[in-house]
């Protein structure tokens, strides 16, 4: 089994930054393809980042690419989220994914499992 847990959500100007973390319970963490997918209010979840198990391979939505970076570390189990130039539009819950795979598909039915969510509010 494995358990993830966000952090380091919270409120935030426009313009301003964020760091997620996702902390994964579980010897098999470096086995597992990494993501970040978000749902705003009455939206579909969505993708934003993904990075492979090794960490040598990322992938972005068109709305976060240039502005999101998604890095891991694999001896500390934790996959991270750099969010900059924040928009109100990247208001949502950001939840972490973990898929068995080599690399992150940007569907969400993909995912094996999933952390609780943690809250992202940009203001304008």
């Known amino acids: 089994q494995v358990q993830l847990a966000e952090s380091g959500g919270g409120l935030v100007q426009a313009g301003g930054s964020l760091r997620l973390s996702c902390a994964v319970s579980g010897r098999t963490f470096s086995r597992y393809a990494m993501g970040w997918f978000r749902q705003a209010p009455g939206k579909e979840r969505e993708f934003a980042a993904g990075?492979?198990?090794?960490?040598?391979?990322?992938n972005y939505s068109d709305s976060v690419k240039g502005r999101f970076t998604i890095s891991r570390d694999n001896a500390k189990a934790t996959v991270y989220l750099q969010m900059n130039s924040l928009k109100p539009e990247d208001t949502a819950v950001y939840y972490c994914a973990a898929e068995w795979s080599s690399t992150m598909s940007p569907d969400p039915k993909k995912s094996d499992y999933w952390g609780q969510g943690t809250q992202v509010t940009v203001s304008s």
């Open positions: 990075i492979s198990r090794s960490g040598s391979g990322t």
